[in-house]
Nanobody, 126 residues
Framework: QVQLVESGGGSVQAGGSLRLSCAVFGSFYSTYHMGWFRQAPGKESEGVAGLNIGENIRYEDSVKGRFTISHDNAKNTLYLQMNSLKPEDTGMYYC????????????????????WGQGTQVTVSS
C-alpha cells in the first residue's frame, strides 16, 4: 500500500514563495511518475507539474519559470518549489503517483495517477 502525505501549504502575499513536500510511504517500484495537481474553488482540477522519476518533467504553461518540481530519492519525497506566487495560484494542491513511466504528454493527466494525497491548501493574497 502506498500513502502520500503533503505538507508545506500556507498563506502568502503575491510575489512570495512556498515549498510543498510530498512524502511517499510504502513500497514502490524503481520506476514511477509523480505529479502535483491543484483545484481552485469552483474550478476543475488541473495538473501543475509532473515528472517521470529520473527522467523528463512537464509544467503547466502558467507556472513555467515560477515553479520547480523535484524528487529526492534518498528521502522518497516529491517537492514543488513555488516562487513569484500569484492570487490565481490559490487552491488545494494534491500530490499524485503511479507505477511506471508515462509519456511526458500525460504527466499532467489525472487519469494516469493511481495514488493521491489528502491535499494542502495554498492561499495567495493580492
Amino acid at each position: 500500500q502506498v500513502q502520500l502525505v503533503e505538507s508545506g501549504g500556507g498563506s502568502v502575499q503575491a510575489g512570495g514563495s512556498l515549498r510543498l513536500s510530498c512524502a511517499v510511504f510504502g513500497s514502490f517500484y524503481s520506476t514511477y511518475h509523480m505529479g502535483w495537481f491543484r483545484q481552485a474553488p469552483g474550478k476543475e482540477s488541473e495538473g501543475v507539474a509532473g515528472l517521470n522519476i529520473g527522467e523528463n518533467i512537464r509544467y503547466e504553461d502558467s507556472v513555467k519559470g515560477r515553479f520547480t518540481i523535484s524528487h529526492d530519492n534518498a528521502k522518497n519525497t516529491l517537492y514543488l518549489q513555488m516562487n513569484s506566487l500569484k492570487p490565481e495560484d490559490t487552491g488545494m494542491y494534491y500530490c499524485a503517483a503511479a507505477y511506471g513511466w508515462t509519456n511526458s504528454g500525460f504527466l499532467l493527466t489525472q487519469s494516469k495517477y493511481n495514488y493521491w494525497g489528502q491535499g494542502t491548501q495554498v492561499t495567495v493574497s493580492s
